[in-house]
């Protein structure tokens, strides 16, 4: 699933292909908005919040849309064969006159009145990425934290009404660098130091070509490591799982440097 980095640099490609230019073509090809027609609308950009992706538009309205498992949004020249959006996968079409950005299993799509977003991402808790976060973010999630206190780190860490952005992959790895065993109680963690170091983690992610997505593995030092040597102390990467069925998620960790 992508995460809070792979979405960050997926709303800066929507931006420079799409921010300031009109519509010359829209298709929502999702039930609930099927109807709804952008063409003539000029786009004031993507803003990405946790793994949601919130899309602008002069006319006071927002086009809100989540990657969710293999959801992603790709650029194609206007005019080329494919930018025609052809397949039974894609999901929105929003087309200028030079690109055209092509939604493809797209796992949640809406719009709503711009002032009306919060009714789509209120629940969630600061965005990991954001600017500020930090200062302000940073404290409300502690705040968020505490409340579960109780429950294992690792399910904390994953939970987007606690910290909007962190999936699978910074998750473990936050853990694995500070050698805290995935499912302590929350209550026993350092939020303040874990969190800072997925964010840290993840804007290095942001910055670089590769990403989390695509499996370049950059600072991978556990995720998808399994039975792979760790690179601290050569013991097998193990996995086990956060979350209760069927909500599993795969949590990989050491199991010599991250003990109970
Ligand atoms: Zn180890």
Request: proline content about 7%; some cysteine.
């Amino acid at each position: 699933m992508p995460e809070g980095d792979v979405v960050r640099r997926t709303a800066t490609r929507l931006d420079e292909a799409l921010a300031g230019r009109t519509l010359t073509r829209s298709e929502l090809r999702w039930p609930t908005v099927g109807a709804v027609d952008l063409v003539g609308r000029t786009v004031l950009g993507t803003s990405p919040y946790g793994k949601h992706l919130l899309t602008r538009f002069d006319d006071k309205r927002t086009l809100h849309t989540h990657l969710r498992m293999e959801g992603s949004w790709r650029i194609e020249r206007t005019g080329t064969p494919a930018s025609h959006g052809g397949g039974q996968t894609v999901r929105v079409l929003l087309g200028s006159e030079t690109w055209t950005a092509i939604g493809d299993r797209l796992g949640m799509v809406d719009v709503v009145a711009t002032r009306d977003e919060h009714t789509l991402i209120g629940h969630l808790g600061p965005d990991i990425l954001a600017g500020d976060f930090p200062g302000p973010g940073l404290a409300d999630a502690r705040r968020r934290w505490d409340l579960r206190g109780a429950d294992p780190v690792c399910d904390v860490l994953l939970d987007q009404r606690v910290v909007a952005g962190i999936g699978t992959i910074w998750m473990a790895e936050s853990l694995f660098a500070h050698h805290i065993w995935p499912w302590a109680p929350a209550a026993t963690v350092d939020a303040a130091v874990v969190l800072m170091t997925a964010r840290k983690l993840m804007g290095r992610s942001v910055a670089s070509s590769g990403g989390s997505r695509r499996g370049a593995g950059l600072g991978r030092q556990v995720h998808s490591r399994l039975r792979q040597p760790c690179r601290r102390c050569g013991t097998p990467v193990a996995v086990g799982r956060a979350h209760k069925p069927p909500h599993e998620r795969p949590v990989f960790f050491c199991p010599s440097c991250q003990r109970p």
